[in-house]
Nanobody
Framework: QVQLVESGGGSVQTGGSLRLSCAASAYTHSKYSMGWFRQAPGQRREGVAG???????KYADSVKGRFAISKDNAKNTLYLHMDSLKPEDTAMYYC??????????????????WGQGTQVTVAS
């Protein structure tokens, strides 16, 4: 059973930074592709960034140059570093694990396991 627990969300001003963490059960990173997703109220969940099985990364166009995904395999932890935050980044952020290929890293349907989410709010 894969368990994912996100943390690090909060409220920041426009232009601020946050680092989200996702603690995963052992060996999750070696077995699955990992991704970060977000969902704003009334909107569909969307992919933000992800690692495939070769550790290749992919980012949504809306966050390229501002967000960076990283991981620490020894700690079984996935990170999302978010800089230059904008009000439109406000959402619940979720960590996910699945068998996504690089081409489908940002697709919700290719992930089987999800965390409970952590809220990010960016004030204008």
């Amino acid at each position: 059973q894969v368990q994912l627990v996100e943390s690090g969300g909060g409220s920041v001003q426009t232009g601020g930074s946050l680092r989200l963490s996702c603690a995963a059960s052992a060996y999750t990173h070696s077995k699955y592709s990992m991704g970060w997703f977000r969902q704003a109220p009334g909107q569909r969940r969307e992919g933000v960034a992800g690692f495939d099985s070769r550790d290749w990364t992919k980012y949504a166009d809306s966050v390229k140059g501002r967000f960076a995904i990283s991981k620490d395999n020894a700690k079984n932890t996935l990170y999302l570093h978010m800089d230059s935050l904008k009000p439109e980044d406000t959402a619940m952020y979720y960590c996910a694990a699945g068998h996504a290929s690089w081409s489908s890293l940002l697709l919700v349907d290719d992930y089987n396991y999800w965390g409970q989410g952590t809220q990010v709010t960016v004030a204008s």
